[in-house]
């Protein structure tokens, strides 16, 4: 009986560990709506630092990106991203992607991948290299496709998806526009969050 008692309390003792461990591994808190966003100044793949805080100056919303060369989700959201910026360029929006993940292990997602893409599909906004993986972290961003949407004074005011469908046939909520036209006509976004689905950012694995 006391056998049995000692090996209950050490399976028990063993579950709660794992627990920990599981919360321990959990994205950090996502970032606060109506706070300042992380500034950034990263390089393009047209060989040029592009400054968050210059684009700020100069467009009434800033639009981030997190985007991904290998990741099926991140390239559904290609064209659509592109069409947002077409549609919304005139209005004071600049878009920006920003790829963070491990070049190493996913070598498709690679500078000079990010050049070849950026030229085929015409992108008509900076695609950025995050190599560091600092500018992730400090957005906490989770997948790609993960959205940002920062107003000219600098605070965030929506985090999420760019919309609820993958088909884009299937789409019932714009969400990224939405945000934009919210933000434009100095309104709140409404939701200002939701809920980003795309494949995980490959984080470099610690040394």
């Not at 659509?80 to 209005?91: A, F, G, N, T, V």
């Not at 997602?109 to 400090?138: C, G, H, I, T, W």
């Not at 019932?172 to 939701?194: E, F, H, I, M, Q």
Request: proline fraction near 6%.
């Amino acid at each position: 009986m006391m056998k049995r008692r000692v090996q209950f309390i050490a399976t028990g003792l063993f579950a709660l560990v794992l627990l920990s461990a599981a919360y321990a591994a959990e994205p950090p808190e996502q970032l606060e709506i109506g706070k300042p966003a992380p500034s950034f100044n990263l390089p393009n793949v047209d060989g040029k630092m592009v400054d968050s805080a210059e684009l700020l100056k100069n467009n009434k919303a800033l639009v981030v990106v997190f985007m991904a060369n290998h990741c099926p989700v991140a390239v559904a959201y290609q064209d659509r991203l592109i069409e947002i910026q077409k549609d919304y360029k005139e209005r004071g929006v600049a878009i920006v992607a920003i790829s963070s993940n491990d070049a190493a292990a996913y070598p498709t997602d690679s500078f000079e991948n990010m050049k070849k893409r950026a030229e085929e599909k015409k992108y008509n906004f900076p695609y950025l290299y995050d190599e560091s993986q600092e500018v992730a972290r400090s957005f906490r961003a989770t997948c790609t496709p993960h959205v940002f949407v920062i107003d000219a004074k600098g605070n965030l005011a929506y985090r999420g998806a760019v919309d609820d469908n993958r088909d884009p046939k299937k789409v019932t909520n714009a969400y990224l526009r939405d945000a934009l036209d919210a933000v434009l006509a100095g309104k709140p976004a409404s939701p200002a969050t939701t809920k980003q689905v795309g494949c995980s950012i490959k984080w470099k694995k610690e040394k």
